[in-house]
């Protein structure tokens, strides 16, 4: 598995509604295989756009929150 974050990726505030839904499905959907076989660096910049997407989501669709099928992910502690 290798994550690598884009250089330069699209502002999720930037994604139509099936863009922020697909790219949040797909990393979901990867976590676990990333959190396993990945660097630190790449598990690091995999979270902080899962992080993202997720607050993006739940602003754009605040009661989705009842029924979020995944765990919030909290932003890292700075190091």
């Known amino acids: ?3 690598t974050h884009p250089t330069s990726p699209i502002p999720v505030a930037w994604l139509d509604d099936a863009q ?3 790219e ?3 990393l979901h959907r990867m976590e676990r295989a990333v959190e396993r076989h990945c660097e ?3 598990r690091k ?3 902080e756009r899962l992080i993202e997407l997720d ?3 739940l602003r754009r669709f605040p009661t989705a929150r009842d029924r979020w ?3 919030l992910l909290e932003p ?3 190091a």
């Open 1 to 3: 598995m290798d994550y």
């Open 20 to 22: 922020l839904r697909r």
């Open 24 to 26: 949040l499905a797909d």
């Open 40 to 42: 630190a660096s790449q």
């Open 45 to 47: 910049a995999f979270r």
């Open 55 to 57: 607050g993006e989501y």
């Open 69 to 71: 099928p995944w765990r």
């Open 76 to 78: 890292l502690p700075d």
